[in-house]
T-cell receptor, first 116, second 113 residues
Framework: EAGVVQSPRYKIIEKKQPVAFWCNPI?????LYWYRQNLGQGPELLIR????????DSQLPKDRFSAERLKGVDSTLKIQPAELGDSAVYLC??????????????FGPGTRLTVT | AQTVTQSQPEMSVQEAETVTLSCTYD???????LFWYKQPPSRQMILVIR??????QNATENRFSVNFQKAAKSFSLKISDSQLGDAAMYFC??????????FGTGTRLKVLA
């Protein structure tokens, strides 16, 4: 079974430019997450989708960040315009709620963004 | 507020030796899960082990085991017979509710040949 797929793996852009990241979750996982991981820190949730609905976007900087998951499968996270402080690793994860009382998350390899 | 603390930014261990990574957390819940994730240089977070708070028995997965002290809110990871492939960042995670994970700041583990 394929894992969570993300692209690109690396992206270098100049500040004020737009950038987009793509994620394809594990088949059958209806919950999708975008995290930002700053250097030396743990991941922090940006947004969570249940199918195509964004159910938790409280940590998403909405002035420059946007996300979509139109068909409830793959998702795109966009930054426009990018700032120097946006340099980080952007991780996508997916989960389904199984027998555990908590949704076990599976992570993709992430996209390392460098803004110059 | 629920928090997760990893007080060891970096640890080193000789190959074939044992190392313990520390994690403490704060919650008012009585029933919950705790996870340890490994993040190698490839950046992909990999689940290492999970612990259910209502289970008194410490979880074990091959060379990985935990020391779960519920009253002390401590959740340490023990790696036995360390291998070069164990070198990575290790993150302790507490699921707040069903979906929201709170991660610690991580411990970088170096394995010395």
């Amino acid at each position: 079974e394929a894992g969570v797929v993300q692209s690109p793996r690396y992206k270098i852009i100049e500040k004020k430019q737009p950038v987009a990241f793509w994620c394809n979750p594990i088949s059958g996982h209806n919950t999708l997450y975008w995290y930002r991981q700053n250097l030396g820190q743990g991941p922090e949730l940006l947004i969570r989708y249940e199918n195509e609905e964004a159910v938790d976007d409280s940590q998403l900087p909405k002035d420059r960040f946007s996300a979509e998951r139109l068909k409830g499968v793959d998702s795109t996270l966009k930054i426009q315009p990018a700032e120097l402080g946006d340099s980080a690793v952007y991780l996508c994860a997916s989960s389904f709620r199984g027998a555990l009382g908590v949704a076990e998350q599976y992570f993709g390899p992430g996209t390392r963004l460098t803004v110059t | 507020a629920q928090t997760v603390t990893q007080s060891q930014p970096e640890m080193s261990v000789q190959e074939a030796e044992t190392v313990t990574l520390s994690c403490t957390y704060d919650t008012s819940e009585s029933d919950y899960y705790l996870f340890w994730y490994k993040q190698p240089p490839s950046r992909q977070m990999i689940l290492v082990i999970r612990q259910e708070a209502y289970k008194q028995q410490n979880a074990t997965e091959n060379r990985f085991s935990v020391n779960f002290q519920k009253a002390a809110k401590s959740f340490s990871l023990k790696i036995s017979d360390s291998q070069l492939g164990d070198a990575a960042m290790y993150f302790c995670a507490y699921p707040s509710g069903t979906y929201k994970y709170i991660f610690g700041t991580g411990t970088r583990l170096k394995v010395l040949a």
